[in-house]
């Protein structure tokens, strides 16, 4: 795999820099600053009026990192399998497993209650800039300005839920350029509908990760319920009848997590430098880890496969994305761009006198965080992560107990307001199992590593191990603890602060341990490191606005964004690649390969084989601009009907946190006539297709689900 991931990512060094204004089908967009100037210019359209409105309030951020929509009036959602994976794996047994076998509930009453999700619809957005940037005063150090912004954001989001109800927050855009406040309904009754086995839905496996031709039904449908009942949504997207060709312009709207391509190239060159080779180090060796721990028995394999899945993905996405962070042509073109603007800056005696030192400002950030970054990357950064559901759960028992006893504006942002704290409660009190031989095995790999990275005669690494090796130590915290029992955590959190400083349980005393430690790299990490980007960036930023305009896309923040392109294919070593695969594709994908795992064909689709028409198209990509967490966005035509799902990016695109090349950047989906060919012809969930098409005029009837 490694041979086949570093000669693919050889295309990457072709990659053009990105400047900061977009061209082509760049960009991810917020809804309150559309593409519209482009979409007119480069495709003659012109967004009709509520159109904005309709796809964003269609739309869903799930709390597992991904995307959905809504397409049904009855609350449907659709999303990826590996968006759903997480509940999938949840909610499955030994005897049940509902990632390797699917599940499809034909009525209502069989509908399955999900343990601990969250789902998110954007209902509007606020520019708080003004008030955000006046909390900070001339005269400030870098610590007051830390708390200035921290109390200021922390009283508007209080204030905004109080007269809203809804869940709110103040995002950042441009690195501290502008803030915007945006306000969600939050549904927590959600209910699973339809996944179909792992086998279709991760055809190809790792191999075939963020390659193409794909051969993927990585789909997933979810229910929304509120009080008891499915919701009656008013907005939710309908399914293009005929769904999409050659050449159409698509629109992705999705929750894109994170990109730094507006990072200056000293931020840059830390990544390069430190961040990443940390970072990929602990993603190999946690790899290596949970094979080998999945290799021990066939229940491991079931119950650690969920993180393996996980850690793989990560570690081959930030392979592409090191790729370009290590190519020289890349960084000359940043470098190149950065210095222009920076002259033009130069040239201006005002704009000198007001924003030349951005630049500066966040080398500064940068040097102060190389002195710590070992250290506060060892404790998982400022959130102090250990490994394992249990440690995390023992962390937010001690901080949540801890932070409830302030004044809400002095509060840590993810316990500042009674929605967050709703949040950390909907994952601190979930029903779901947790499984012994897996924590341990979590548990021991990151004591491990902390022993690696710090040196094992380091202070606090002696503390937590306790004089005992790393395995050995994690078996007598996850041995020792009771909080495996949700009712001992709920009588930990009601007993409050009183009831955390008596536990003796082994967890609770060791979160108790680090918690100083790790609040205060935290605290140095926002003022040192953080305050002093803001205070860059924002510089930063004016400076491009004055110079670019402002009809610029910011970083993605997993909010709510616009991305467009059009259906098209590509060239790769020489070979023209279609945009479109078909089901005939992927049995003879799977016979080029003696239909051996991971391209062995699941049973229900060799009976099915017949059935189906073999030119149904499959799989297609676009120039759509996406990232990580876009998965589960839908794929919508001009008329904001769904003609996809996007579930992954071509092995081109996985630089695309920091930057973007039409050429051969392309977004993966699944595309919405295999769906429904696939609904009707292998799993006999005809009932489900009549709801999402509309053949059933007006949904599925339901009743009480599990």
Request: proline share 5%.
């Amino acid at each position: 795999m490694k041979s086949i991931l570093l000669t693919s990512c050889a295309a990457l060094f072709a990659l053009s820099f990105v400047p900061s204004t977009a061209s082509a089908d760049e960009g991810m967009w917020p809804f309150n600053k559309p593409p519209a100037k482009q979409l007119k210019s480069r495709y003659g359209f012109d967004i009709p009026d509520g159109w904005l409105e309709h796809v964003q309030k269609s739309c869903v951020r799930i709390s597992s990192g991904g995307s959905g929509s809504i397409v049904s009036p009855n609350g449907l959602v659709m999303t990826n399998h590996h968006v759903g994976r997480d509940m999938l794996h949840k909610m499955s047994t030994a005897d049940h497993d509902f990632v390797k076998n699917g599940f499809y509930a034909k009525t209502g009453a069989e509908e399955w209650k999900c343990p601990d999700i969250k789902m998110n619809v954007l209902w509007s957005i606020e520019d708080v800039t003004d008030r955000v940037k006046g909390a900070v005063t001339t005269g400030m150090s870098l610590a007051q300005e830390n708390d200035a912004r921290k109390k200021v954001t922390n009283e508007i989001t209080a204030e905004s839920e109080k007269a809203t109800g809804l869940e709110s927050q103040v995002v950042t855009l441009y690195q501290g350029g502008k803030y915007n406040l945006y306000r969600f309904k939050r549904y927590t009754d959600v209910r699973l509908v339809m996944a179909p086995e792992a086998g279709i839905a991760f055809f190809g496996g790792d191999p075939d990760n963020f390659e193409y031709p794909r051969f993927d039904l990585d789909m997933c449908f979810f229910r929304i319920y509120e009080d008891g009942k499915p919701i009656h949504a008013e907005h939710y997207l309908h399914w293009a009848r005929n769904g999409c060709a050659d050449g159409d312009l698509v629109f992705v709207p999705g929750h894109p997590g994170r990109t730094e391509r507006l990072n200056t190239v000293d931020h840059l060159e830390f990544m390069r430098d430190e961040e990443y080779p940390l970072s990929m180090r602990s993603l190999w060796r946690r790899e290596v880890q949970l094979a080998t721990f999945m290799g021990r028995s066939t229940e491991n394999r079931r119950v650690a496969e969920d993180d393996f899945f996980g850690v793989q993905n990560s570690r081959k996405a930030r392979t592409g994305i090191f790729a370009g962070l290590q190519d020289p042509a890349f960084m000359a073109r940043k470098k190149s761009d950065e210095q222009k603007l920076r002259a033009a800056v130069d040239a201006n005696p005002e704009w000198k006198k007001q924003w030349a030192d951005g630049w500066d400002t966040i080398k500064q950030a940068k040097e102060a965080q190389k002195e710590f970054w070992v250290r506060y990357y060892t404790f998982g950064g400022g959130g102090m992560a250990l490994g394992g559901q249990l440690f995390a759960k023992a962390k937010d028992l001690v901080r949540m107990t801890d932070e409830k006893a302030k004044p809400a504006q002095d509060r840590l942002p993810e316990y500042s307001s009674d929605t967050a704290l709703k949040n950390i409660e909907l994952a601190l009190f979930s029903p779901a199992p947790i499984y012994p031989a897996l924590e341990i095995e979590a548990l021991s790999s990151r004591l491990q590593l902390m022993g690696e990275l710090l040196g094992c005669d380091d202070p606090t690494v002696v503390k937590v191990l306790g004089g005992k090796a790393p395995h050995e130590r994690a078996e007598e915290l996850v041995r020792g603890t009771k909080l495996l029992d949700v009712a001992e955590r709920k009588r930990l959190a009601e007993g409050g602060k009183s009831a955390i400083d008596a536990s003796q349980d082994p967890l609770i005393s060791l979160a108790r341990l680090l918690d100083p430690e790790v609040r205060a790299l935290r605290k140095r990490y926002e003022e040192e490191v953080g305050s002093r980007e803001q205070q860059g960036y924002a510089k930063v930023a004016a400076a491009s606005f004055a110079v670019n305009g402002e009809d610029q896309y910011p970083d993605a923040t997993f909010t709510l964004r616009l991305s467009y392109g059009t259906v098209k294919g590509y060239t790769q070593d020489a070979v023209d690649i279609p945009p479109f695969t078909n089901f005939a594709g992927l049995y003879k994908h799977a016979e080029e390969r003696e239909n051996k795992d991971p391209f062995e064909i699941p049973p229900r689709w060799k009976e099915a084989r017949e059935k189906l028409n073999p030119n149904t198209p499959f799989n297609f990509v676009s120039t759509c601009d996406i990232i990580g967490g876009n998965s589960g966005s839908p794929v919508v035509n001009k008329a904001g009907e769904v003609v996809g799902l996007i579930f992954d990016g071509n092995i081109q695109s996985l630089v695309g946190d920091i930057g973007y090349d039409e050429k051969l950047n392309r977004a993966v989906s699944v595309d919405s006539r295999a769906m429904i060919e696939a609904m009707r012809k292998v799993y006999d969930a005809g009932a489900l297709a009549d709801e999402i098409t509309g053949a059933d005029k007006g949904g599925s009837s339901t009743s009480n689900g599990r």
